[in-house]
């Protein structure tokens, strides 16, 4: 019998232009459109949708074939909100915390544990993946801010 693959710990910060609860709100709205907004290419299918949890799968092709997840949310309004990500590459149980700045902005804290499965690579070095999760997370900021300048205009 093979050793259990290692986990690893991965923790990002990132500032948004917005208040708390505007940020909680467009980032726990998944859709199927968010591979676009994260400039990256999946598909996404949301299963299903309540007020405490989203339940969705995400099919991406990779160079070695295709990964699969289910990801499982659940909602912490108004501040906070965990994932169990099982898939066929690798598990995440990922926990985000939003916190409000005193400029009226929001700092969220990302904090991930991250195993491969059998079928998947070891985890990246710490600096890649957390340099992967800040860049996804820039390109989210970039449409969660102009979502919320456009909300602001038409208000």
């Known amino acids: 019998m093979s050793p259990p693959l290692a986990s690893a710990v991965y923790e990002i910060r990132t500032k948004f232009r917005a208040p708390v ?16 907004l994260e400039k990256d290419e999946y598909a996404r299918k ?4 309540g007020r405490r949890a989203v339940v969705y799968e995400d099919l991406y092709e990779g160079p070695d074939g295709w990964m699969w997840s289910h990801q ?3 909602l912490h309004p108004p501040d906070r909100w965990h994932a169990e990500s099982t ?13 409000p700045l005193p400029d009226g902005g929001t700092e969220l804290t990302l904090r991930g544990v991250r195993r ?16 992967e999760l800040r ?5 989210f900021g970039h449409a969660l801010e102009r979502d919320y300048r456009k909300e602001r205009r038409a208000a």
């Open 116 to 131: 491969p499965t059998a079928l998947g690579a070891r985890n990246p070095p710490k600096a890649r993946m957390n340099k």
């Open 21 to 36: 609860p505007y940020v909680f709100r467009w980032c726990t709205d998944y859709t199927p459109d968010d591979a676009s």
């Open 46 to 49: 949301i299963v299903k949708r």
């Open 87 to 99: 898939g066929s590459h690798r598990h995440w149980s990922l926990d985000y915390t939003l916190r």
């Open 72 to 74: 499982e949310v659940t």
């Open 135 to 139: 860049q996804a997370w820039a390109n």
